[in-house]
Nanobody
Framework: QVQLVESGGGLVQAGGSLRLSCAAS????????MGWFRQAPGKEREFVAA????????YYADSVKGRFTISRDNAKNTGYLQMNALKPEDTAFYYC????????????WGQGTQVTVSS
């Protein structure tokens, strides 16, 4: 089992920054991908960014490229999503998730954290 706990959400003005954290525990090892997803009211959940934990390769949704940066700290087993130049349309509930290398899906999810960007 893998446990994920997000933190760092909040209210920020447009143009501001926030950093989300996702602390992983349990049977993670290094053979997994950590992803960030978000869901706004009335919309479907969408992919934001992901990082292959073992090699640090990153992936981003077009909507956040150049503004968001995903990273990880191996020693702390914690992933981060640095969000800069935030826009009101970034307002959503943000979740981190883990996809083990042997699985094709994100099987483990955190409880989520709210990000609200005011105009």
């Amino acid at each position: 089992q893998v446990q994920l706990v997000e933190s760092g959400g909040g209210l920020v003005q447009a143009g501001g920054s926030l950093r989300l954290s996702c602390a992983a525990s349990g049977r993670t090892g290094s053979s997994y991908t950590m992803g960030w997803f978000r869901q706004a009211p009335g919309k479907e959940r969408e992919f934001v960014a992901a990082i292959i934990w073992s090699i640090g390769r990153t992936y981003y949704a077009d909507s956040v490229k150049g503004r968001f940066t995903i990273s990880r700290d191996n020693a702390k087993n914690t992933g981060y999503l640095q969000m800069n130049a935030l826009k009101p349309e970034d307002t959503a509930f943000y979740y981190c998730a883990a996809r083990m290398d042997y699985s094709g899906t994100y099987d483990y999810w955190g409880q989520g954290t709210q990000v609200t960007v005011s105009s």
